[in-house]
């Protein structure tokens, strides 16, 4: 994944514009991303915020989710909740993923009760991705600034929570950091819908697809 970041004036001590390539594992490419100041992210407040957009991987274009799911490169859909969630910073680059631990309620190709899958994104704390922000300022941050938050963010979807009942499409982590790697997440209407197979999951926000159904029920994918 080739990964172009602009530093914006997000606030006085973090201001000066530049940009920057570094190489990442799943998504492919995308396109240039923005540090902003942040808004507040599932109870942590975040003073920067980087949107990344990527461009479609291939399979996107089929022309219906579930016949995306068929596909050689989707490995699995899993539907559960999520247990844990920890955020890393892994090198070359800087890419910040979360790994997230599913309780799996079913799974189309796996017998597993729990499975661990990667995703793009995550909260950090400036000191974690340093070498970013100083390379484009030209100068060492102070403590104040590396103690920040920065919020990583995919396609502007909300990151997944703790108790959340999501449907995952997902393809093996060849990175070998969990057993999965992201390709799609979506999730039930709260947290407290009733987990059954008829389950209707949505998307965090628009479809990668805009042709696809804005719902998504695992008895259709199996």
């Not at 796996?110 to 390379?135: H, K, L, M, P, W």
């Not at 990583?152 to 909300?158: R, S």
């Amino acid at each position: 994944m080739r990964l172009l970041i602009a530093f914006t004036a997000a606030a006085a001590t973090l201001g000066l514009a530049a940009c920057s390539s570094t190489d990442a594992a799943d998504p492919p490419a995308n396109t240039p991303a923005q540090i902003a100041p942040s808004q507040d992210t599932q109870e942590v407040k975040a003073r920067y915020q980087v949107q990344t957009e990527g461009s479609l991987i291939r399979q996107f274009s089929l022309p219906t989710f579930a016949e995306f799911v068929q596909d050689p490169h989707v490995s699995n859909v899993v539907v559960g909740t999520v247990e844990a969630s920890r955020t890393t910073v892994s090198q070359p680059g800087n890419a910040v993923e979360t790994i997230l631990t599913i309780a799996v309620e079913s799974s189309k190709e796996s017998s597993a009760t729990t499975v661990t899958a990667r995703e793009y994104g995550g909260i950090v704390n400036v000191e974690q991705v340093r070498d970013d922000f100083e390379s484009k300022l030209g100068r060492k941050l102070t403590k104040k600034e590396l103690a920040e938050k920065v919020d990583y963010q995919w396609e502007g979807a909300p990151h997944a929570q703790i108790g959340d009942h999501v449907l995952l499409a997902v393809t093996e982590d060849k990175s070998g950091a969990a057993d999965y790697t992201t390709l799609t997440r979506l999730a039930s209407a709260a947290s407290t819908t009733s987990k059954t197979d008829s389950t209707s999951f949505n998307w965090p926000g628009e479809p990668p697809n805009p042709a696809w159904d804005t719902a998504v029920t695992p008895a259709d994918l199996y």
